[in-house]
């Protein structure tokens, strides 16, 4: 039997959420979606502060993160570049849990309204002008928990957003298109 694909095994869609989500049909597939913040912190314990605009750097990530390689040598796919969270996401743990988490308090670097993230796992897309990979799913952990409120590590399961390589540089703004790039 073969293995689920990501999408299929997590279930993520527009109604498991309980919310409608613009830009997606009924089968969940991805439309064009949206930049709507975006959040740097150049230390792991500090809260990642909003930006209206970020330098990606293809295997080193976003300039000014505290995932950021600044010297030495880039490192291809490297999953940490770049993380992604869907705000249904954040307006669906509010509506299930009672959990009012902002996108600066989930860390991830770019909040996204209309798009299915995780649908682009192992998948190309743009954010803006800067071309990107979806490697991995970035699931909740307990040191989000411990930053933010109990239920959150629950209430985030598979819906925490997603890890991306960034593969081409460029800048990525506020208000910047994020779509698949069709094979």
Known sequence: M????????LGWHAGWLGCSVPGMNESGANGRGEVVEINISPEHE???EPVDRVVAVPGRGLEGDRYFIAEGDPVPNRQEDLT????????GLREREGIELTAAESRRNVATRGIDLNALVGKRFRVGEVECEGIVLCEPCSDLQAQTKPGVLKGLVHQAGLNAA??????????DAVAEIEA
């Open 2 to 9: 073969a293995a689920p694909s990501p999408r299929t095994h």
């Open 84 to 91: 992604l969270i869907a705000t249904e996401a954040l307006e």
């Open 166 to 175: 960034i593969l081409s540089g460029g800048e990525i703004a506020v208000g």
């Open 46 to 48: 500090r809260l990642p």
